[in-house]
């Protein structure tokens, strides 16, 4: 229908007419200022408490205690299930977290500016390796972490932000990508890149050398630091594609761990969900699949403007890592996803590949033509709250979202 293609074409012409900047770190009381106390945002679509996986409710009860609403983790969980507490998605508030995607009213968030459309989005940010509160982590070293993220490095970063005109983010993922990132499981370059652009203002906008040297060995040693900046990125291209008549373009895939969900850009902000899968992947020593919890997080996002597993051919050092088998094969996967998109993206491309512009713009059509779901790459939590992340691989969209959503896209267009 020609109705559906042009829409799909302004779709995907405000994905890459795109201008996100990363411009301030902010408290989330003053990002999100409909967020109020003992409300807790997570990643992944509308759940109940009772509904929660065990990372999820870890994650629910650790950031409960690090908001002083509970005393303690087991007073935190008694609250949860009194009902003490307002949940809500990320994506329902302009905003997204990793994994369990907790967002409280006294964590710093990031915030990345569409200056081509105006709009903001916000991630907290990345915690860095080892237990964490993303992974269901809930101790006293990840609350410790979480205070220092909010008291000392999350002001210092804004206030370098602050001091200059924000750091512009597609060129970086542009050189990113010819460096071997995908951007969702390899961080690696674009951690560096960005390291490199906020030194000399942090150098500049602090006074206590210490404190910025304890800051510039954090950014250095976390691997994943962009993610979370790749993920509100994310989030502000794919917010202005939202409720175009006639397009079934994806602008969210979220989960939380017991749900996937999706939305698509014709039908407005209505989820369509389904049970999520298991990953496939590696896992660290002495864990097994069995110790695993299903897939969780907003990080998918990156996959809806065509990075994470539709830009493994950028990223042949992953593929083994979430099961391609060799590094040769990384292509097949940006190609495969290349038939489910309409278009690519010619500002983010792939030497390896000739220089192909990353697939941009899942088409739910597409989807169900061919039977391909959208390929994720993504981190591996235990099922059990508090232990944290137990490896990483990969794992797809289940179908039953987009079938969902087709029905929903027929009757909105008035095809029966």
Known sequence: MKLIEKANQKALSRMLSADPVLIDVIPASE???????????????PIAWENMCGPMQGAIAGIAKFEGWSNSLEDAFEKAAAGAFDFHPNHHFDAVGPMTGMTTISQPLMVVENRK????????LNEGLGKVMRFGGNDDSVLERLSWLRDDFGPAFGKA??????????????????????????????????????????ARTSSDNEELAKILAFIGGNDQFFLNVGMAMGKAIMDPVRGIEGSS?????????????IRVSGTGDQWFTAPVEMPEGLYFPGYTEADANPDMGDSTIVETIGLGGFAMGASPAVAGFVGAGAASDA??????????????????TIPAMDYLGVPTGIDIRMV????????????IAHKEPGVGQVGAGV??????????????????????
Not at 195 to 200: F, H, N, V, W
Not at 396 to 407: G, T, V, Y
């Open 117 to 124: 459309f105006g709009n903001k989005a916000y991630c907290a």
């Open 368 to 379: 169900l033509d061919t039977g391909l779901a959208p390929t994720i790459n993504t981190g």
């Open 249 to 261: 373009v994806v602008t969210a895939m979220c989960r939380n761990g017991t749900e996937f969900g």
């Open 161 to 202: 932000l602050r001091s200059g005109d924000g750091i512009p983010l597609k060129h970086l993922v542009a050189r990113g990508l010819t460096m071997g990132d995908e951007m969702h499981q390899r961080n690696v370059a674009c951690s560096g890149l960005i390291l490199r652009e906020l030194a000399p203002a942090l």
């Open 395 to 416: 794992v797809r969209a289940p179908m039953k979202c987009f079938e969902q959503a087709l029905i929903a896209f027929a009757e909105s267009v008035g095809v029966k």
């Open 31 to 45: 990002a999100i200022p409909d967020l109020k106390s003992h409300m807790i945002l997570h990643a992944g679509p």
């Open 331 to 348: 292509g097949n996967f940006t190609r495969t996803m290349s038939e489910i998109t309409t278009g690519e993206n010619p500002e983010w």
